[in-house]
């Protein structure tokens, strides 16, 4: 029984209530809600923190409330949204690889996305991108690339990076021809899009994302639990009554659908499935798969760089870049860490 569980029975059925992740989740859906305080507060127009809680609460005037509740919150509710997607995703590819770099926007699958995306305005006149469900269509696409060429996921991670950075680069060079062919007025936008931004995005695509989740979490949930027992070798964990390759298929499914949705609607934000499994692995203990907590740490983090990028310069920056210039440091961390504890 893991060091962190508190037996429940009630008659014959008993559960392993996990005291420390719980506790872990509340500290970390406290820190989403300071997140988004501050986010809403956060103005980059010249909008005084009186203004912001007058827009809020729907007492101020009609721009300053259009502002807020209709432009700023739907921003906000759609970056924990794709930040929660995101962290899950990449911890259950993490943890199939058996390796921290193991993320979607390292093993091609984001890129995968965004070049369908990309490539479904060729030829068009506008400066939007793509319809958001065309991402999980190229997520699934890259996905299957990348397993065919490793021979399956298996607990060969080294071969899954590998072959996933080299397909990344060349999908991710056919996205740049792509994008190279079109007109600059639409270039600039697919290109904003396309290193991560959810500028513009609202509830039009806040709902059906949150409907994609509200499906695929529960599983990846569910695939968490089992995905504990492939830490030992496939015969352990048969032995204990694991299907390998049915929760491992499952498991690389959800990842890759979860990767998609996320792109499809925020471009491919990097650093988010790269750092909230691997924070939350460390808060809340290496006996489970912190796809909770990954989810949230993902949330809090892509709602605060976010509101980071609105704020920090007189132009706008894109969460994407946001999260990169964050994630150099960190990858330097992870790398570091892997060198002395000799893990990956």
């Known amino acids: 029984m893991p060091a962190d569980a508190v037996p429940l029975r009630a008659g014959t059925l008993s559960w392993l209530f996990p005291r420390r992740t719980a506790l872990v989740s509340l500290a970390l859906t406290a820190v989403i809600a300071v997140v988004v305080v501050l986010a809403t507060l956060a103005s980059s127009t010249g909008m005084s923190l009186t203004e912001s ?12 409330n259009m502002i ?15 930040g929660a997607a995101l962290g899950i995703s990449g911890c259950l590819l993490q943890t199939l690889a058996g390796n921290r770099l193991a993320t979607p926007d ?15 305005v060729v030829g068009s006149s ?11 269509v190229g997520a699934v696409a890259a996905a299957v690339l990348v397993v065919f060429a490793a021979g399956g996921m298996g607990t060969r ?20 021809l792509v994008m190279s062919r079109q007109n600059q007025s639409s270039a600039g936008g697919i290109f904003l899009w396309s290193v991560g931004s959810l500028s513009g995005r609202d509830y039009g695509v806040a709902v059906p994302l949150l409907i994609c989740l509200a499906v695929l979490v529960p599983l990846a949930l569910a695939s968490g639990n089992r995905l504990g027992a492939l830490r030992f070798d496939d015969d352990t964990a048969s032995a204990l009554g694991v299907d390998v390759r049915l929760v491992r298929g499952v498991a690389l499914t959800l990842a890759v659908l979860l990767a998609g949705v996320a792109v499809g609607v925020g471009g491919p934000i990097s650093f988010v499935a790269l750092a909230a499994p691997v924070v939350a692995s460390r808060l809340c203990g290496p006996d489970r ?3 909770a907590g990954s989810a949230l740490l993902g949330a809090a983090l892509t709602a605060g760089a976010d509101a980071l990028g609105r704020v ?13 210039v964050l994630g150099g440091p960190f990858l330097l961390w992870v790398l570091f860490g892997k060198e002395k504890t000799g893990k990956a």
């Open 53 to 64: 809680v007058r827009g809020l609460l729907g007492t101020g005037d009609f721009a300053t």
């Open 68 to 82: 807020v509740q209709d432009l700023r919150l739907p921003r906000i509710v759609v970056g924990l949204l794709v």
């Open 106 to 120: 390292v093993i091609g699958v984001n890129e995968g996305a965004t070049a369908v995306v990309v490539a479904s």
């Open 126 to 136: 506008t400066a939007m991108v793509g319809d958001w469900w065309l991402g999980p």
């Open 157 to 176: 991670g080294y071969r899954v990076l590998v072959v996933g950075i080299g397909v990344s680069t060349v999908v991710g060079a056919v996205g740049d």
């Open 289 to 291: 798969v912190p796809v």
């Open 312 to 324: 920090v310069a007189p132009v706008e920056i894109p969460v994407g870049v946001v999260t990169s």
